[in-house]
């Protein structure tokens, strides 16, 4: 059997499914497990999907692989362009895109565990294969953990995991350390009090309330944080009102922080209630501001003994210029739960999937600043070059695998 990748990369990327509810990824990705003579788990975490194969006795690794996609329009005019709508958590038709190219990690998991095991006679221990649902939501990796993730099968001796990013197909970025952001997401209920729009002084006005705490939010990062301490807090959504003329009882605000250490999140929280409290006193409102917490993604931090090995890895594989230290990103993950969940070192690493010929890189390899006219995951235009991407991910998840299955043919490969 021999899978051909760009066939599925281009169906999932026409099919795509938001978090929770990646049915039909999760069959196609089952199947495919199924028919290599793994031991398939499904529904594990809702939409999860877990693969073993046990080839004698080493290590276990687990190598994992999101499938969600996102709520937004595409506009890239490929041939194979989502035209999904879809229905979000709130009931919302929403359109759907594999903006974050979840596609990509799914095809290079299918396309690698192929390579394993048909070459199970070069090593020896247990992997995993592990198609997560839901990062984008920020609780996929958690759920099924709480599932019984580890119920099902071993415990890893190594997570090792892959996200595609807008620099050139061919290279790799690897950090030991924090690799990514701690993100948190925080939902804020200002109280005001409604009245008509000609009589203001008879009402407290949430939405001049919520104004000022997005202004004095924005001084969080710029001056209450050391230069050193970077950060990130945006006010992604504010909502209040009916009509124009009406003063309105409430508003809310959606707020998304990123981090890079656990004491500067915790100055960062502490710092927007006491703002939003204080400005809530300064306008007089009748009533307490409320603070939801929403989801929390933990630090993505890679464990430097094994990022070292993967690092040594790859450049034998692809060429010691072809890996690069990215630096911390302000992007955040929660690969590093399923980490954590079981004890065990994870190795994360970026993978280049734009199109190494456009004219844009050639300032990217000499200064190492990413181009601005290559789109980002999560862009409507987002579109990974299919190859090399997909043999190189493909190769860059085998080469970790076997970097620490046994089996005297490990090291030829």
């Known amino acids: 059997m021999s899978i051909d990748l760009e066939e599925l990369y281009r169906d999932l990327h026409a099919n795509p499914e938001l978090s929770f509810q990646e049915v039909r990824t999760a069959e196609i990705a089952a199947g495919h497990l199924v028919d290599l003579g793994f031991k398939v788990h499904r529904n594990v975490g809702k939409t ?6 046990e080839n004698g006795p080493g290590p276990v690794v687990l190598l994992r692989a999101d499938m969600d996609a996102l709520p ?19 009931g919302r ?7 974050c190219g979840h596609d990509v990690h799914v095809t290079c998991l299918v396309g690698a565990v192929e390579i394993l095991a048909a070459r199970h006679e070069e090593w020896q221990g247990t992997l995993i ?14 759920t099924m953990v709480a599932g019984g993730l580890y119920d099902l099968v071993p415990k890893p001796d190594v997570v090792l995991g892959q996200h595609v990013a807008p620099f050139p197909a ?7 350390g924090v690799l990514m952001a701690s993100a948190d997401s925080l939902s804020i209920t200002l109280h005001g009090k409604g ?4 009589r203001p002084e008879t009402a407290v006005d949430p939405v001049l309330l919520a104004a000022a705490a997005t202004i004095r939010l924005q001084g969080i990062v710029s001056r209450e944080l050391a230069p050193s301490d970077a950060a990130v807090v945006t006010v992604g959504q504010i909502h209040s009102g009916t009509k124009n003329n009406i003063i309105p009882e409430t508003a809310s605000l ?5 981090s890079f250490s656990n004491a500067t999140r915790d100055k960062i929280l502490g710092s927007i209630e006491r703002i939003v409290r204080s400005e809530a006193t300064a306008s007089n409102a009748p009533i307490e501001p409320e603070f939801h917490y929403e989801e929390h993604l933990p630090l993505t931090v890679n464990d430097e003994a094994a990022a070292a090995k993967i690092t040594s890895a790859f450049q034998q594989k692809f060429g010691p210029g072809k890996v690069i230290n ?24 970026f993978l280049g999937g734009a199109d190494p010929s456009l004219p844009s890189f050639k300032e990217w390899a000499e200064s190492g600043n990413m181009p601005e006219d290559i789109p980002s995951n999560h862009s409507p235009y987002f579109a990974p070059s299919i190859q090399p991407t997909l043999s190189l991910g493909t190769e860059a998840l085998v080469t970790a695998a076997r970097a620490y299955l046994g089996g005297s043919a490990a090291k030829d490969h």
């Open 170 to 176: 061919g290279w790799f970025g690897i950090r030991p």
């Open 195 to 198: 009245g008509h729009g000609s």
């Open 72 to 90: 937004v329009k595409e506009a890239t005019g490929l041939d194979y362009a989502s035209e999904v709508i879809g229905v979000d958590h709130e």
């Open 48 to 53: 999860g999907v877990v693969g073993v194969l």
């Open 326 to 349: 990215p630096g911390a990103v302000s992007a955040s993950e929660d690969v590093g739960m399923l980490a954590q969940a079981a004890g065990a070192p994870l190795v994360f690493w």
């Open 254 to 258: 959606g707020l998304s922080i990123r």
């Open 129 to 142: 294969a592990v198609f997560q649902p839901a990062e984008e939501w920020g609780g996929g990796a958690q």
């Open 93 to 99: 038709e929403v359109p759907v895109m594999h903006a």
